[in-house]
C-alpha cells in the first residue's frame, strides 16, 4: 500500500483524464451550411413572420419538442434567458414571493427578483437535494406567485405532491431543469410536469450549443409570452393585438442559426451520452459501495438520473477525517480533465454556497439603492435569509457533500478503475489522515 500523494507519495495516476467533447463532424457539416447561407440569425423585432426566427431555430424547437414531449419549445440565448422570460410569463411582479432552491446556480434565484419579485427559500430535501412539497409547503403566503423547482445534479424533484401543492394555492410552477435534459420523473419527461421547463445549453452541460437555452410548455398562452419577451415584447404587442401585457418587456433573448444547427446535431446526441453517464455510474458505485463514510446518491422510484454532478454522501463523523482533508487527499491522486486542465481534478466539497449567504440577500440590495425588491412599497413581508435558514442545504454544502464529474464518457473503465482505486487508497489511509489533520489544527 503506497503512500498517499497528498503526504508525499506517488499518485493513482498522472496522464489527464480525456476530454468531454461533443462537437464533432455533424457539427462542422451543420455550421458550414448556415454559414454558406450568409443568414446567421434572421429575427425581426417586430410583428413579422421572421418575428419567430429562421429556419435553422424553427426546426430546432420542433426537434426539442419532440424529444422532451412538449407542445411548444422556445429557443433562447441561454438557459438564464429562459428563466427570466418564463417568470415574465407566469406574471410574476413587484409584491410577489417566489418560492426556490437556494442550491442551485443564481439564475433560478435571479428570474424572481428581475421582475421585482422576493425571492422565499425552501429548504432542499437531503436525499434529493431538490426542494419538496414538504419544506414549499411552510413558506407558502397570501404573496406566493410562483415556486421555482430546480432538478438539481441530474434528477428530478419529487414533483406530483409539488404540483398538488400548487394547485391548491394556485402557483405556477416553473422547472429548471438546466442539469437534467431529458430525465424521465415517474416516467414522464421533465420540463411538462410543471408549467414552464428550462434547458441550457452552456458548454459544461450534457449537451450544448456554446451558449443557448430552451422553455418548454404545453400551455399556448405562457408559449406566446415567452416568444414575445424573447424578442422585444413591448414593440411587437400593438400591432399582435395582445391584449394581456402584464411583463411584456421585451428583451433580446434570442438564439441564432448556428446555435440551432448545432443544438439539432446535439439532440441526436443526448440519449447515447446520457446512457453513457449512467453506464459509468453503474460501474463506479459497484466500486464505491464498500468506501467507508461514503453513501451513494438515492434515485426515486420510476426515476432516471442523467448525472450532471454524481453527488455523494460523506460522514465526518464516522471516518473522523474531515471532509475537505479526505478531499484533498482524493484530488492529490488524480489528473485533471482535458480541456478544463485549469481547474484540477474534477472533485469538490459541497456545490455553490448557499444563495441566501451572498451579498444581494445579505445586503437586501437589488434595484437601485432603495432597497428594491425586498424593502418595495408594494412588498409586505419579510424575508429571511439569516444563516441557519435551512438546515439541509447548509448541512450538506459544508459538511457532508462531495461531488465529482468523472463520470462522463468517454471514460473507459480503466479510467473509472484509477478513481474507484483513489478512493479506496485514500479510505485505506484514514489512520495517517487523522494524523495529518490533527497536525493542520495546531
Ligand atoms: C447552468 C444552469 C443554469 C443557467 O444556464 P445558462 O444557460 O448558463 O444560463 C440555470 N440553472 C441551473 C441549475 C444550471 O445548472
Redesign the pocket.
Known sequence: MSELALLGGKPVRENLFPAYKVIGAEEKEAVSAVVETGILSRYIGAEHPDFMGGPEVNAFEKAWGEACGAKHTVALN????G?FAAAGAAGIGPGDEVIVSPY??M??VTAAIVFNAVPVFADIDADTFCISAETIRPKITPRTKAIIV?H?FGQAADMDPIMDLAEEHGLVVIE?C??CPFATYKGRPVGTLGHMG?F???Y??HIHTG???TVTTNDDTYAEKIRLIRNHAEAVVGRRGVVDIVNMIGFNFRMGEIEAAIGRCQITKGPDLIDQRQVNVTYLEERLAGVPGLTLPEIGEGNSHVY?IHALTYDAVLTDVPRAVFVEALKAELPPTELREGEGPLIGSGYVRPIYLEPMFQQKTAYGNLGCPFACPHYDGEPDYDKGLCPNVEQAHFETLVTHELMRPPMTESDLDDVCDAFHKVAEHFPALRDHAAKLEK
Open positions: 441561454s438557459a438564464t434567458s428563466l442551485t446556480m439564475a433560478s430546480v438539481i429548471d438546466a442539469q428550462v441550457s445549453l452552456n459544461h452541460k451558449e443557448g437555452g450532471y
